[in-house]
């Protein structure tokens, strides 16, 4: 997975993801191009079947220990809300997206939700009352604070869309105030939360590849607002408020 994200970092330096905003004719060599919605489902819903799976597995030692029942949950309510509410919510003449794109969303997500899964049904046996430790609580609150900010921000880009579906405009409240990509860094905090919560390697593996992934998209947005936008916020930051 770290591995993964390295490359991934690597290959975003040279080529922009080709949907969404960036999609254009040459978004054709990539693959035909298929509706947003169904793609999102289908590269999302492996996470949520992985905890199907491993939730009915007798063999699945540690799903229904406290701590691991929680960030199961954390996982799926994520993953629930990305593969079943998000492309309900999308507008209808939301933008198709590339074979390409959908297939390796969906490898990674194949990949990441059984090495999620499978690390808290298996291999990680959390102490007694360690749901009720600083550090547990802790990353839970960083997670809610990145998942409702992620929720926030999708809310306000579907209100800019739904004013004019075949225009875009600036984002403005919450945390776009800040940055160019609130979504994305609602995401980061997000994951980095479950990170903490978690501790371990699976956890840092999974926020480590979605830096990898998120930030290099989050520059190429902002670019592409500051050419397309005169008036942009000088002030605004690309995901990391102050910072980049």
């Known amino acids: 997975m770290i591995a993964m994200g390295v490359l991934t970092f690597i290959v975003l330096q040279f080529v922009n993801s080709p949907f969404g905003k960036h999609t254009s004719m040459g978004s054709m060599s990539f693959g035909p191009l298929l509706p947003?919605?169904?793609?999102w489902f289908i590269m999302e819903c492996p996470n949520l079947i992985h905890i199907v799976l491993r939730l009915s597995d007798s063999l699945s030692l540690y799903s229904y220990r406290p701590a691991n029942f929680t960030l199961l949950m954390m996982f799926g309510i994520h993953y629930f809300n990305r593969s079943i509410i998000y492309p309900?919510?999308?507008n209808r003449n939301a933008k198709p997206m590339p074979l390409a794109v959908?297939?390796?969303?969906?490898?990674f997500c194949s990949i990441n939700g059984y090495l999620q899964v499978c690390s808290l049904c298996y291999s990680n046996r959390f102490p007694e009352g360690?749901?009720?430790?600083?550090?547990?609580?802790f990353g839970v609150c960083i997670f809610i604070y990145g998942?409702?900010?992620?929720?926030?921000?999708d809310a306000i880009l579907r209100g800019?869309?739904?004013?004019?579906e075949d225009e875009y405009?600036?984002?403005?409240?919450?945390?776009?105030?800040?940055?160019?990509?609130?979504?994305f860094l609602g995401e980061i905090i997000e994951w980095a939360g479950f990170c903490i919560a978690c501790n371990s390697r699976a956890s840092f593996a999974?926020?480590?590849?979605?830096?990898?992934?998120?930030i290099p998209r989050a520059v190429s947005h902002h670019r592409w607002y500051k050419a397309h936008f005169k008036d942009y916020p000088v002030e605004r930051k690309a995901v990391f408020p102050y910072m980049v």
């Open 102 to 107: 959908m297939l390796c969303a969906l490898f």
């Open 130 to 137: 360690y749901c009720y430790g600083i550090r547990f609580l």
């Open 147 to 153: 998942f409702f900010t992620n929720l926030q921000s």
């Open 206 to 214: 999974f926020w480590f590849y979605t830096c990898c992934n998120l």
């Open 169 to 183: 405009r600036i984002p403005k409240g919450g945390m776009f105030e800040f940055v160019s990509c609130a979504n």
């Open 88 to 90: 309900l919510r999308m």
């Open 160 to 164: 800019l869309k739904k004013q004019n």
């Open 36 to 39: 947003a919605r169904t793609c």
